[in-house]
């Protein structure tokens, strides 16, 4: 099995940076991606950006150049640095583990951009 633990939401005023991280433990199957997705209220969950265990990221449009997805494949662990925050980017952050035939979710971090 493998567990997950996110860390790093928090109240930010715009234009403000946060750093979300998400570990993950226990049967790690070392060909796979990690991303982030969030929710906001009465909307759907949204793909944020994801990477892969060889380094390829891809962002939604509405994050690229504000947001930054990395890891550390050692620590097993996967960050999002968030930079230039606006007001909708307040959500739930889910960090998501895939590999074959297998995908985990979060218990999720809120992120609230507010003034």
């Known amino acids: 099995q493998v567990q997950l633990v996110e860390s790093g939401g928090g109240l930010v005023q715009p234009g403000g940076s946060l750093r979300l991280s998400c570990a993950a433990s226990?049967?790690?199957?070392?060909?796979?991606?990690m991303g982030w997705y969030r929710q906001a209220p009465g909307k759907q969950r949204e793909l944020v950006a994801i990477?892969?265990?060889?380094?390829?990221?891809n962002y939604a449009d509405s994050v690229k150049g504000r947001f930054t997805i990395s890891r550390d494949n050692a620590k097993n662990t996967v960050y999002l640095q968030m930079n230039s925050l606006k007001f909708e980017d307040t959500a739930v952050y889910l960090c998501?583990?895939?590999?074959?035939?297998?995908?985990?979710w979060g218990q999720g971090t809120q992120v609230t951009v507010s003034s």
């Open positions: 990477i892969s265990s060889g380094g390829t990221t």
């Open positions: 226990g049967s790690i199957f070392r060909i796979n991606d």
């Open positions: 998501k583990y895939t590999t074959i035939g297998y995908a985990l």
